[in-house]
RNA sequence: CGCGGAGUAGAGCAGCCCGGUAGCUCGCCAGGCUCAUAACCUGGAGGUCGUUGGUUCAAAUCCUUCCUCCGCAACCA
């Protein structure tokens, strides 16, 4: 059996989790889903990154140690995480102990390996704050937290040889489709490899909360050597917990947003090639869920608490919009109300209501069970045809991550659909005793055509698919991702079963003040 | 001249790499239908494709000028 991994980044619990957080692991929980239906043994990592200065502050801040701050906030991410229905394999947190293993293994190696060495780090220094600052950070000469004067500092570091990887680097990156999109290329190349890389700063002495450098104590590792191994300790590379290194690396595909492609495409690969390990196959950046002119943050509160919109509108409906809205290249605009008719026109009108009616007529026409009978017409190879050429284009979109663009396909299925309805009207056919064998046809065909729609929407919504399947009367080995490919697979004496709207229509305007209660 | 991205119907986008007088979704208007979640289907109105100049028989698409917006520049998904 051919294997998938598939990651998100480790996110930061400084915060509590976000509507862009759930965009990442939506995206990765739908190819992984995807994957698993294709029959591939998936493992999908997400987890948190819990060390760091700011971490410690946070927890400072809230009279806590860091470690029980983190544990609230990483349950929170835990907690929206099953709520989204995401269906991660494994969690890994940068305090685990078969992590810290792991890294103080890599940043001992790199040392030894010559890739490490102690040099300084300096930086300007806000004493009230107790904050390193880089002179891009500084407002007006000034700290940026306070406002006060800082201080030109030095303090003693370790840093990473990433000077020494730029050709390789640059080669990898312009060569083949290793990081996507490609204008990301274009970004990190023209960036930060032409005007020569900088080795980088991998540990502090200013602060505690973090990874032991095991062979120099005043240091802890920082950030991106701690944070970045977690693809290869969550598989168990040089800690006993875990045993399937051997088995998923490399990766399949890193996916991310944008704003960390520079460690995940340069300092990330550099790290490896230093420890002689293979590459991950393909790095993914996607762009931002922004809030148009606003910024994205609590004062909007409704409109973006990821708890709310689902509890509200539906896990799968907030999951689908995310991923319809998103571009495969650039940022997407969140606005309350094209989510709300998004909802109405694509899954209450279109789809809902397709399976609504279809399996209503069979209901009405024929008792809910279809007779075995059929007689075709010129009219339905249309659809058939129209049927067959879609499930290789959602693999292709998948495989590809144009995961806005897979459900585009699906849902122009849908729309076919609704079209063959008025193309045959069956409501017509009802009407003549002598046209039974047709009117099974027809609504059968309408049967098949949402089962293979449904199979391909499950990734995407894995809640509400099997309902629809449900539904349409699918035995289990009609509910195949394989099956797909076989229009007529569905059983010809099929039973439906009635029951509520799958997506109900939501009354937009009345949502907009719930969502936007200031009116905004 | 730091780098990158974007400026296309009221809104959100595709098309640009491989030039041939614009396409999708929503909204709007008008028909059709009545199986269905007042849903569905058909048709229509609406854009001189940010600006300047150029290449070409022909440019949204290639080159150039300028303008505007966004992002990045050591840890915001």
């Known amino acids: ?20 957080h759930c965009y990442t692991t939506v995206a990765c929980d739908a190819v992984a889903r995807y994957k698993r239906a294709k029959g591939f043994d998936v493992l999908f990592l997400t987890g948190t990154d819990e060390h760091g200065q700011k971490i410690e502050d946070k927890a400072t801040e809230a009279g806590l140690a860091p470690q029980a701050y983190a544990d609230k906030i990483v349950n929170e991410f835990k907690k929206l995480w099953t709520f989204m229905n995401i269906s991660y394999d494994r969690f890994v947190r940068t305090t685990d102990d078969y992590h810290i293993q792991t890294v103080q293994y890599v940043f001992e190696e790199l040392y030894k390996r010559g890739y490490i060495y102690k040099s300084q780090y300096t930086g300007k220094y806000c004493k009230p ?44 990156l312009e060569s083949g489709n290793f990081l996507e999109p490609e204008s990301r290329v274009k970004e990190m190349v023209n960036n930060f490899i032409k005007p020569g890389l900088a080795d980088t700063c991998v540990s502090r002495t200013s602060f505690k909360w973090g990874v032991p450098v095991n062979f120099d104590e005043k ?9 970045l191994s977690n693809y ?39 790290m490896l090639m230093a420890l002689d390990i293979p590459l991950p196959k393909k790095l993914y950046a996607h762009g931002w869920i922004t809030m148009g002119d606003k910024k994205m943050s609590k004062s909007l509160g409704n409109v973006v608490d990821p708890f709310v919109l689902g509890e509200r509108y539906g896990v799968d409906a907030l999951r689908y919009e995310i991923l319809r809205e998103m571009p495969y290249a650039g940022d997407s605009v969140f606005v309350s109300e094209l989510f709300l008719q998004r909802i109405n026109t694509d899954l209450a009108n279109n789809l809902g209501n397709l399976v609504s009616r279809t399996v209503s007529m069979v209901n009405k026409y024929f008792s809910g069970t279809l007779p075995q009978t059929r007689k075709a017409d010129a009219i339905d190879t249309d659809l058939i045809n129209f049927v067959k050429d879609i499930p290789a284009q959602v693999e292709e979109k998948i495989n590809s991550m144009h995961l806005s663009d897979a459900l585009e396909v699906i849902f122009n299925l ?3 659909a609704n ?21 099974a046809t027809v609504l059968y065909n309408l049967l098949e055509t949402i089962r293979i729609s449904a199979i391909l929407l499950e990734p995407f919504m894995p809640n509400t698919m099997p309902e629809v ?9 009609e509910k195949t991702w394989d099956s797909t490919y076989n229009f007529g697979t569905l059983h010809q004496d099929v039973t439906v079963n009635m029951g509520t709207a799958l997506f109900p229509r939501i009354n937009i305007e009345e949502e907009q003040k719930f969502l936007n209660p200031s009116g905004e």
């Open 1 to 20: 059996m051919s294997k998938f991994y598939i990651t998100t980044p480790i996110y930061y619990p400084s915060g509590s989790p976000h509507i862009g």
């Open 232 to 270: 290869i300790s969550a598989l168990g590379y040089h800690n006993d917990t875990y045993q399937d290194y051997e088995k998923f690396w490399p990766a399949d595909v890193h996916v991310m947003a944008k704003e960390i492609v520079r460690f995940h495409s340069l300092v990330w690969p550099a």
């Open 469 to 477: 399947l449900h539904r349409i009367g699918a035995n289990d080995d």
């Open 219 to 227: 240091h802890v590792v920082y950030v991106w050597i701690d944070a």
């Open 414 to 416: 849908i729309s076919r």
């Open 419 to 439: 079209k063959y309805i008025d193309e045959t009207m069956p409501w017509s056919l009802a009407k003549d005793e002598n046209a039974k064998d047709r009117l």
């Open 129 to 172: 704050c107790e904050s390193f600052w880089t002179d891009s950070q500084l407002v007006n000469g000034k700290c940026p937290d306070c406002g006060r004067d800082v201080v030109e500092t030095a303090e003693e570091a370790y840093f990473f040889k990433l000077s020494a990887f730029a050709d390789k680097l640059q080669k990898l």
